[in-house]
């Protein structure tokens, strides 16, 4: 029996792939790394795959190395799996080649990423997948948390059938960090499914000094031509296997799939082909756009290696006049990019005169919007669409780039949608991974997580995004319309827009420690007016200082995510609150019953910190307000990198980026965060002037300075000093300097200082 379960696409894949495997050769990189974590955490736990056996996990010291082990364990008769993404798949090329030279039954799970060109990218798009489409891997997408955990059962049955080897791809981060609750496959049912037989045969031709054969010969220019067109054969069946086992998915979960599925209107004249998570934006947008009269659809593909193109025109409707081909890769001086060619050749090959043009969209995990997806469309009813386009970026160097002229909000109705400002280590993150689990575990509404970091990480940038439904959620874009915001750091309202996009009557958190007549002061003018106009019920908690009171440190997270429940109204809150109860005795009883208790505390206290702002009509029309700190006249901070951290860099043009990717040195110093919510306050009478503190300081917001006899005399009353030891600074003054604005609140400097 399967049940529904709260989990993340590499959750999802690692699920299945751990169920078929023997062997699991792994090396980590971003964002594959949980899919090993959560197999190896199984190993641990003793859990057995649906052949009764733990899965053999091996990590080796590169990719290199953990391909090299997927090609040995396959050659020995184990059934074998990997997971990696970007720069890591491209470094497995040597051994794919091998693999599926061999007609080897392996599968490698990818959350699909950027390559490293102009610069490094940690995010996802399809330029590591695309590298490999020539090796000979058969090659197999998943749009959705739900599909991965679907279309990678078909990957490892479709594998062992076909005896070739299969790339499971999906959209790192998107997909594979985004919660959604889903139905899981059992294992019982996942091996009724397999072809024991063709395992038999698999095993059988292993390498084997019991009855030796040898592979991997050196061939000549007389037959190796022809040894690479005796496969053929497998590749020809290969998408009818794959089409059988998407067949006995749906009979298993009520869930079909096809090679080729399309969606949206029966009579469309105008549809978009690609693949990957932007699908899920794109059907919802066509539905949207559908229901107010027009004619579109969407051609989702699946199994894009081998290219099935009789299957392909099959599913498209009779009626389409116009096709665009959107590819989430960048091929440069190519006549097209990858899907755009195939789509192309497809027609070509079998005389049909559809008008086809390609675009480019999504690169680096650029979003990709209803609003753009209608642009798409739009593009396609001129009379000569543009062609080669990009969609997203303000190109204003080739102009390729189409025009969003309005925007459009396509989310099912009824969809409930919060947004997190949290300070990367607070905890906001993993509180509201459990917020999503806690309504998805006790609800029949669907739900979706999805956490955007800046790549600090801790001490960093994020941003949580939940939505709660009656309906499938398929928005796989940030919200750009909130029903609720909660800002978690203070210092954020002058450093980004935290209340754009709220909508009339929505809800406003903000936890910081002022009155509303600190407001008049703190608050920027823009976000009093937007909260004035759009009549925002706004709210405030001291969570810190709360967090203080009941022993909970600097952890916020608790008492923000039961502050939300109280206002979003998702679910009733009493019951909120006795399921985060319940989780915190279950998580922490372990550690001793004064750690629930104060969890228990910091659950009541979220709830009973709420005060109400009751702000005055004249901030709509505000011009009075906290300013942005200005640090620097620096040119080439202020038009580049300060709308970069202001969350702007969306909207920064094609002619304003550096061709090479080289950028100036020394701009960090400018960058003036001010996020620490407990700053370090120096005590003369005690310091010993070690200089420690300093030292360990991660970001030099701790300087020592020496002031001669003639600064001192001249230095302000309330300016801070010592006598300075050493002969050598015999009548100076010593002061131990904080900057406030480069501090992060890590406390190095107070558990380092010998003198405290």
Excluded at 298 to 307: A, D, E, H, Q, Y
Excluded at 510 to 523: A, I, K, Q, V
Excluded at 692 to 721: D, G, W, Y
Aim: proline share 4%; hydrophobic share 40%.
């Amino acid at each position: 029996m399967s049940k529904k379960m709260t989990i993340d696409g590499n959750t999802a894949a690692a699920h299945i792939a751990y169920a078929f495997s023997d062997v699991a050769a792994i090396y980590p990189i971003t964002p594959s790394s949980t899919m090993a974590e959560v197999a190896d955490e199984w190993v641990s736990a003793g859990r057995k795959n649906i052949f009764g056996q733990e899965v053999k996990i091996a990590e080796m010291q590169s990719e290199g190395g953990a391909a090299g082990a997927v090609h040995g364990s396959l050659v020995a008769g184990a059934l074998t799996t990997t997971f990696t993404a970007s720069q890591g798949l491209l470094l497995m090329i040597p051994n794919m080649y091998k693999i599926a030279g061999e007609l080897l039954p392996g599968v490698f799970h990818v959350t699909a990423r950027s390559l490293a060109a102009h610069a490094l990218s940690i995010f996802g798009d399809h330029s590591d997948v695309m590298s490999v489409r020539q090796t000979g891997f058969t090659m197999l997408s998943s749009s959705s948390v739900q599909e991965v955990m679907d279309l990678a059962a078909v990957a490892h049955l479709s594998s062992i059938k076909g005896s070739l080897p299969v790339l499971h791809f999906f959209d790192g981060f998107r997909t594979s960090h985004e919660l959604q609750k889903i139905d899981t496959i059992d294992y019982e049912d996942l091996a009724k499914l397999v072809d024991m037989e063709a395992i038999t045969r698999f095993r059988e031709r292993a390498l084997n000094p019991e009855h030796p054969h040898q592979k991997g010969t050196a061939q000549n220019p007389d037959i190796y031509f022809q040894g690479r067109e005796a496969a053929n054969e497998y590749y020809n069946k290969f998408p009818e296997i794959v089409q059988h086992y998407m067949d006995e998915i749906g009979n298993l979960t009520g869930r079909h799939y096809h090679l080729f599925d399309y969606v949206g209107a029966p009579d469309a004249e105008r549809v978009i082909i690609l693949m990957g998570s932007g699908a899920e934006t794109v059907e919802e947008t066509a539905e949207y756009l559908n229901k107010k009269g027009e004619k579109v659809g969407l051609l989702k593909v699946r199994l894009f290696r081998p290219f099935a193109t009789e299957k392909f025109l099959e599913a498209l409707p009779k009626t389409v006049k116009k096709v665009t081909v959107l590819d989430r890769t960048k091929e440069p001086g190519a006549i097209g990019d990858p899907l755009y060619t195939d789509v192309v050749s497809a027609f070509g090959e079998n005389g049909k005169t559809i008008e086809v043009v390609g675009g480019r969209y999504g690169l680096g995990s650029k979003e990709f919007t209803p609003s753009m997806v209608k642009a798409v469309y739009d593009n396609m009813s001129v009379k000569a669409p543009k062609n080669h386009f990009t969609v997203g970026i303000v190109d204003d160097v080739t102009n390729s780039s189409l025009e969003i002229p309005e925007h459009i909000d396509a989310a099912s109705e009824g969809t409930i949608r919060c947004k997190f400002y949290g300070l990367g280590s607070d905890g906001t993150v993993g509180a509201n991974k459990n917020s999503i689990k806690i309504i998805g575990d006790h609800t029949d509404m669907y739900v979706q997580g999805y956490f955007a970091y800046d790549s600090k990480k801790s001490g960093g940038f994020t941003v949580s995004h939940l939505r709660f439904g009656k309906t499938p959620i398929k928005s796989t874009y940030l919200i750009d319309v909130a029903d609720f915001i909660a800002c978690h750091n203070p210092s954020y309202v002058t450093r980004y827009d935290v209340a754009d996009g709220i909508k009339e009557g929505g809800v406003f958190l903000l936890n910081s420690p002022w009155t509303l007549e600190d407001m008049e002061r703190e608050l920027p003018a823009e976000m009093k007016r937007i909260i004035a106009k759009k009549k925002v019920r706004f709210y405030n908690i001291d969570a810190i200082e709360i967090a203080k009171k009941v022993g909970m440190g600097n952890r916020i997270n608790t008492i923000m995510l039961s502050a939300f429940f109280k206002l979003a109204e998702v679910i009733p809150v009493d019951d909120a609150i006795k399921y985060m109860k319940a989780a915190a005795k279950k998580s922490y009883e372990k550690k001793g019953e004064a750690i629930v208790q104060n969890n228990y505390k910091a659950i009541d206290a979220g709830v009973d910190g709420l005060v109400q702002i009751k702000y005055p009509e004249s901030w709509a029309t505000t011009t009075e307000g906290a300013e942005p700190l200005s640090v620097t006249d620096d040119k080439y901070f202020n038009s580049f990198v300060k709308p970069i951290l202001a969350q702007r860099g969306d909207k920064i043009p094609v002619s304003m980026m550096s061709k090479d990717g080289s950028v100036p040195t020394g701009t960090t110093k400018y960058e003036k965060r001010g996020i620490a919510v407990e700053i370090p306050e120096w005590n003369p009478d005690t310091c010993i002037q070690c200089n420690q503190c300093s030292l360990v300081c991660p970001h030099a917001a701790i300087r020592p300075v020496i002031l001669t006899a003639e600064e001192a005399a001249n230095m302000p009353e309330t300016f801070k000093t010592a006598e300075a030891k050493g002969k050598e600074f015999a009548g100076m003054r010593f002061r131990m300097q904080v900057s406030p604005l480069d501090c992060t609140g890590c406390k190095n400097c107070a558990d380092v200082c010998p003198s405290k």
